[in-house]
């Protein structure tokens, strides 16, 4: 989870990998309108994210064991919550970095539907992953293989603190 260009697909490609899990990119279950909207520079509202937010959790719930690994913002907590009332499992890696790091890899990367003029409005809702929430939080300036290593970990019960 995290806001635009904190590594969330790269990231969890990686940590699908190392856990011989499936990856599924949370933004290919945005419908069309969604995508449209963010692409046209309008951040969207919650009316626009509660049926996307209930397919990520329909996914993860629906998943066969040992589970999935699916990259989803999930900004606020009302949005981690109604990912947990349907897959309560959930295990959330909240990828964190500076606005000027985040800035710097989405103006880096091509023909992605958010654009960076779309940054300062998801970090103006994000709500910080909480101590008694099920997760870890890790800073992306650390080397993909570091955030991976310490995902790993937590997910599979070997480190149960906060991280950055």
Known sequence: MGVSGCGKSSVGHALAEALSLTFIDGDDL?????????????????????????????????????????????????????????????VFVHLTGSRELLLQRMQGRGNHFMKPEMLDSQLAILEQL??????????????LREIVAASVDYVLGENSGKTD
């Open 30 to 90: 945005h419908p069309k309108s969604n995508r449209d909207k963010m692409a046209g520079g309008t951040p969207l509202t919650d009316d626009d994210r509660w049926p996307w937010l209930d397919k990520v959790g329909k996914a993860l719930a629906e998943a066969d064991a040992p589970g999935i690994v699916i990259a989803c913002s999930a900004l606020k907590r009302t949005y981690r919550d109604r990912i947990l009332a349907a897959s309560p499992e959930t």
């Open 130 to 143: 909480a101590e008694d929430e099920p997760g870890i939080s890790i800073d992306v300036a650390k080397p």
